[in-house]
């Protein structure tokens, strides 16, 4: 009765702690004297109890006796199976005073402190990378060995981690928790928002050694060396023709099952993908998304813009010899030397007319096709050509 009652005779001479039975304070006084005669055989550890050396004993032989009714899960203690019980029933005792994440067992609250910390105690044999849990320095492993244990039941890709397969199912899910306080796009993974943010600030960390050009995406940078390096390691399935890039491989794609199917019904002007199509007719709409910040003035197409931001940077012009016309670009100044040589070699398969450029042939193919472009915004007259519609306003102007 007195020891269910708490009663506790045997008082430790030293730090005055008291016990209910007599061999708990022989046990208890081991510690002050150091002594440690239980040593494991297989592994070197040591210890002061019997009960302690007895439990390590068991990891070594992997007896696990104390299994859970819920899940059947087995442990080596009684006192593991309670914690777990308790991840069964959502109690979660221990909080983190910094963040407020809650755990069901001491030692996890004692590892996700770490991570507040900054204390990384477990490194990796390879690479030398440091993580505050035993669990992380695991699924970094699994990266070098190449492991994928965790599966997409959706579409069947593989992950290393259970977290990336979580992340992964959001995906299919549609959640996207992550949102840019800059322009609102949503995300779902914390990569994927970081990059984004890389944008916004300018920050390109992939740089080509060869040419120099800038890259946000990695993936992107590996694309563009191989073309550098001449690597093509995507091959068209159907003629063994090899490509540096997806997207390049994915336009390939469409000659073979004849995807021309995107027919512009004002110029007759057919085009392989959509999102081709639907700028071709952004053209004709009149739609200038992309604004210069320095004059203010917009264009249809970021190549467009592109160009003439060099107008605005401090350019080394390109002067036409002959009529002294200045340009921005040296394959502009090659083209326009061609009017002065008088060479025409772009030849309607019609009449046979030639022309000097490959742009005077489509406007000029234009009047067999019976297409017209250009209208009067007077009277509504349309013309094949825009210069036929500037001699025609001229007519109004007179008026």
């Given at each position: 009765?007195?020891?269910?009652?708490?009663?506790?005779?045997?008082?430790?001479?030293?730090?005055?702690?008291?016990?209910?039975?007599?061999?708990?304070?022989?046990?208890?006084?081991?510690?002050?004297?150091?002594?440690?005669?239980?040593?494991?055989?297989?592994?070197?550890?040591?210890?002061?109890?019997?009960?302690?050396?007895?439990?390590?004993?068991?990891?070594?032989?992997?007896?696990?006796?104390?299994?859970?009714?819920?899940?059947?899960?087995?442990?080596?203690?009684?006192?593991?199976?309670?914690?777990?019980?308790?991840?069964?029933?959502?109690?979660?005792?221990?909080?983190?005073?910094?963040?407020?994440?809650?755990?069901?067992?001491?030692?996890?609250?004692?590892?996700?402190?770490?991570?507040?910390?900054?204390?990384?105690?477990?490194?990796?044999?390879?690479?030398?990378?440091?993580?505050?849990?035993?669990?992380?320095?695991?699924?970094?492993?699994?990266?070098?060995?190449?492991?994928?244990?965790?599966?997409?039941?959706?579409?069947?890709?593989?992950?290393?981690?259970?977290?990336?397969?979580?992340?992964?199912?959001?995906i299919h899910a549609g959640i996207r928790n992550l949102k840019c306080d800059i322009c609102g796009k949503d995300f779902c993974e914390k990569s994927e928002l970081?990059?984004?943010?890389?944008?916004?600030?300018?920050?390109?960390n992939h740089k080509c050694a060869i040419c120099g050009k800038e890259f946000y995406e990695k993936s992107v940078f590996e694309c563009h060396v191989n073309v550098?390096?001449?690597?093509?390691?995507?091959?068209?399935?159907?003629?063994?023709?090899?490509?540096?890039?997806?997207?390049?491989?994915?336009?390939?794609?469409?000659?073979?099952?004849?995807?021309?199917?995107?027919?512009?019904?004002?110029?007759?002007?057919?085009?392989?993908?959509?999102?081709?199509?639907?700028?071709?007719?952004?053209?004709?709409?009149?739609?200038?998304?992309?604004?210069?910040?320095?004059?203010?003035?917009?264009?249809?197409?970021?190549?467009?813009?592109?160009?003439?931001?060099?107008?605005?940077?401090?350019?080394?012009?390109?002067?036409?010899?002959?009529c002294g016309k200045i340009f921005t670009q040296e394959n502009y100044l090659k083209t326009h030397v061609t009017i002065h040589a008088d060479i025409k070699d772009?030849?309607?398969?019609?009449?046979?007319?030639?022309?000097?450029?490959?742009?005077?042939?489509?406007?000029?193919?234009?009047?067999?096709?019976?297409?017209?472009?250009?209208?009067?915004?007077?009277?509504?007259?349309?013309?094949?050509?825009?210069?036929?519609?500037?001699?025609?306003?001229?007519?109004?102007?007179?008026?």
């Amino acid at each position: 009765m007195n020891k269910h009652a708490g009663f506790r005779y045997h008082n430790c001479e030293i730090c005055d702690k008291a016990f209910i039975q007599e061999h708990q304070i022989k046990c208890h006084m081991d510690i002050h004297t150091g002594f440690e005669n239980h040593e494991c055989e297989i592994c070197g550890k040591e210890f002061r109890h019997k009960s302690d050396f007895k439990c390590h004993m068991d990891v070594h032989a992997g007896i696990k006796t104390h299994g859970c009714d819920i899940c059947g899960k087995e442990f080596r203690t009684k006192i593991h199976l309670k914690y777990h019980i308790d991840v069964h029933a959502g109690i979660r005792n221990y909080k983190c005073d910094i963040c407020d994440k809650a755990f069901s067992m001491k030692q996890q609250l004692k590892r996700h402190m770490d991570v507040h910390a900054g204390i990384r105690n477990y490194k990796c044999d390879i690479c030398d990378k440091a993580f505050s849990t035993k669990h992380q320095l695991k699924g970094h492993m699994d990266l070098h060995a190449g492991i994928k244990n965790h599966e997409c039941d959706i579409c069947g890709k593989e992950f290393h981690t259970k977290s990336y397969l979580k992340r992964h199912m959001d995906i299919h899910a549609g959640i996207r928790n992550l949102k840019c306080d800059i322009c609102g796009k949503d995300f779902c993974e914390k990569s994927e928002l970081k990059r984004h943010m890389d944008v916004h600030a300018g920050i390109k960390n992939h740089k080509c050694a060869i040419c120099g050009k800038e890259f946000y995406e990695k993936s992107v940078f590996e694309c563009h060396v191989n073309v550098h390096a001449g690597i093509k390691n995507l091959k068209c399935d159907i003629c063994d023709k090899a490509f540096s890039q997806k997207n390049l491989l994915e336009v390939h794609m469409e000659i073979h099952f004849d995807f021309n199917n995107h027919k512009c019904k004002i110029c007759g002007k057919e085009v392989c993908q959509k999102k081709n199509f639907d700028r071709h007719m952004s053209l004709h709409a009149g739609i200038r998304t992309y604004k210069c910040d320095i004059c203010g003035k917009t264009l249809s197409r970021k190549s467009y813009l592109n160009l003439h931001m060099v107008m605005h940077a401090d350019f080394k012009q390109q002067k036409c010899d002959i009529c002294g016309k200045i340009f921005t670009q040296e394959n502009y100044l090659k083209t326009h030397v061609t009017i002065h040589a008088d060479i025409k070699d772009h030849n309607c398969e019609i009449c046979g007319k030639s022309f000097t450029l490959n742009r005077y042939l489509k406007s000029h193919m234009n009047v067999h096709v019976g297409i017209k472009n250009h209208k009067c915004d007077i009277c509504g007259k349309l013309f094949t050509r825009i210069i036929g519609l500037k001699a025609h306003l001229n007519i109004h102007a007179r008026i």
